[in-house]
Structure formats: structure tokens, C-alpha cells
């Protein structure tokens, strides 16, 4: 086995210093695309933070990171600071955000990286970026059980859990419960999940409709025995706010979805709380 160089040694305190100034590390995660697992991690950070607690968001889906646009921070650029660390970009007081759209000239640009790259980045993330005293870090990673967030559960041996988003239809579930078996096979608690666009909430008439069926992410949480954290409706407004970078949690006052995210929010706060 080769032996570790002064630098890997060196990164890896600064990375294990960093993380044990945060409290709880949630990674969010979900079998397939298109489930709206970032717009979940969005609105998770952003209402944590107004909250009143202090909030990070690291965004590794190195491919395709959208949670600058989500909170209308697109525009801006990761900088260094004096002492050579990543000073991330503050989205409110307190709450940080870092993600490759942050390191880019254009939001047209592939990333075209391999694994062993994508890696690295990850851990000079977690490692040299200022991330100060936190009470969460909520890592929104790309869908699957690939490279990035086996990544991230192996750099943070200490990772408070894991929360896993579906949608109702059936391959979704299937997807979702291999995210779960990817979650206990690493060790890594499963704070629960989170069954997102179940059910369109008419913005006039306000009567519900289940586009994608309903009730499938409840079903697989009592079938794998790991909690159901809720059902996030479909409704018109949580598209207009994630383009507009204004999370709904804080732009849609008074709905269905709201309420739901809120609750959601003081579920996974107990759960952290008593673990």
C-alpha cells in the first residue's frame, strides 16, 4: 500500500478539523434523476437557516449543480482567502453555499471528469473550504450510488445520515429502495424519505390530484423499516420559485407545500436531536 504524502496528510486534518466543527452532515440523495431531490436539499438548508440555525450547503453533483441558480446566487465566484482557504458564498447571514457552478465561465460548460478527479475536488471541498462553526451541512449529491456520494460517506466517516427522495411511481420506488440498501450497507443512518411530487394542488380550486399515484414512498419505508419523513405536493409555485432562486419554503407562504417542508424540517430536527 503506498504511503500517504506530507500534503494528503496535511488535507486530511484540515479535513477532519472542518468537519468536527459541524454538528450534523446530511447528504441527500435520491435512486434517479428528476425526483426534485435538489430542490428538497434547497429548501432543507434554506429553511433550517431561517430556522435561525447555521447552515452550509455543498453541492456535489460535479455534473450538473444547480442549487446556485435555486438560490439566486449564480452569478457569483468562489474566492481565496489570505490563509489559502475557499471562502464560500454567503446566500443569507447565515447560511453558505459551494458548488462547481461557483468555479465555471459559463452555465453552458460541461464538466467532462472522470471519478478519481471528481474525488478529489469533492474532498478539497470538504477540506479547504472555510465552512466555520455549522450546525448543518446539507450535501445535495447527483442521483445513483456512483462515485460522488460514495465520496463524500467515505471522507466522512462521522456522517449524521442520509436523506432519501422518490417520487410515487413504481420505478422510482425501485430506485429509491436501492438508495437505502447503498445507505445501510455504508453504515450510514437513513433519516428517512421524503415521497416529493405526490399529488397536483389545483392553484385555483385547490382539489388534489395524484399524477404519479400516491403513497409508494410510505409503502417502501415500512417495507425497508426506516422512517417516512412526508409527501411534498406538486403545485405551480415551486417551479416559478427554484427558477427564480427564491427557495419556496420562503417565497410561498401559506401552502400545502409549505406546511408539508416545515414539518419535514422538524421531523429530521428531532431525529438528529435524539440520535
Not at 503506498?2 to 468537519?19: C, F, G, P, S, V
Not at 472555510?130 to 442521483?143: F, H, K, R
Request: charged share 25%; glycine share 10%.
Amino acid at each position: 500500500m503506498r504511503e500517504k504524502t506530507t500534503q494528503e496528510i496535511q488535507q486530511e486534518k484540515r479535513l477532519n478539523d472542518n468537519m468536527n466543527r459541524i454538528k450534523h452532515k446530511l447528504i441527500v440523495i435520491s435512486g434517479k434523476g428528476g425526483v426534485g431531490k435538489t430542490t428538497v436539499a434547497v429548501n432543507l438548508a434554506y429553511g433550517l437557516a431561517m430556522n435561525g440555525h447555521k447552515v452550509g450547503i455543498l453541492d456535489v453533483d460535479i455534473h450538473g449543480p444547480n442549487i446556485a441558480k435555486m438560490l439566486g446566487v449564480e452569478k457569483s465566484k468562489l474566492v481565496g482567502s489570505q490563509s489559502g482557504e475557499i471562502e464560500p458564498i454567503e446566500v443569507l447571514p447565515n447560511l453558505k453555499a459551494v458548488s462547481m457552478a461557483f468555479m465555471i465561465d459559463s452555465p453552458d460548460k460541461p464538466i467532462i471528469w472522470r471519478g478519481p478527479l471528481k474525488m478529489i475536488t469533492i474532498k478539497q471541498f470538504l477540506s479547504d473550504v472555510n465552512w466555520g462553526e455549522l450546525d448543518y451541512l446539507i450535501i445535495d449529491s447527483p442521483p445513483g450510488t456512483g462515485d460522488e456520494p460514495l465520496s463524500v460517506c467515505q471522507l466522512i466517516p462521522d456522517i449524521s445520515g442520509a436523506v432519501i427522495v422518490t417520487t410515487p411511481q413504481d420505478v422510482a420506488i425501485l430506485d429509491s429502495r436501492k438508495t437505502v440498501l447503498f445507505a445501510q450497507a455504508l453504515k450510514m443512518k437513513v433519516i428517512g424519505i421524503i415521497e416529493n411530487m405526490s399529488g397536483f394542488v389545483c392553484p385555483h380550486c385547490r382539489e388534489r390530484t395524484d399524477l404519479f399515484k400516491s403513497g409508494g414512498g410510505e409503502k417502501s419505508a415500512k417495507e425497508l423499516k426506516v422512517p417516512f419523513l412526508g409527501r411534498i405536493p406538486i403545485e405551480p409555485g415551486i417551479v416559478v420559485s427554484g427558477d427564480s432562486g427564491k427557495p419556496f419554503i420562503n417565497s410561498t407562504k401559506d401552502t400545502e407545500t409549505n406546511r408539508v417542508m416545515e414539518r419535514i424540517i422538524k421531523k429530521i430536527k428531532l431525529t438528529l436531536t435524539l440520535s
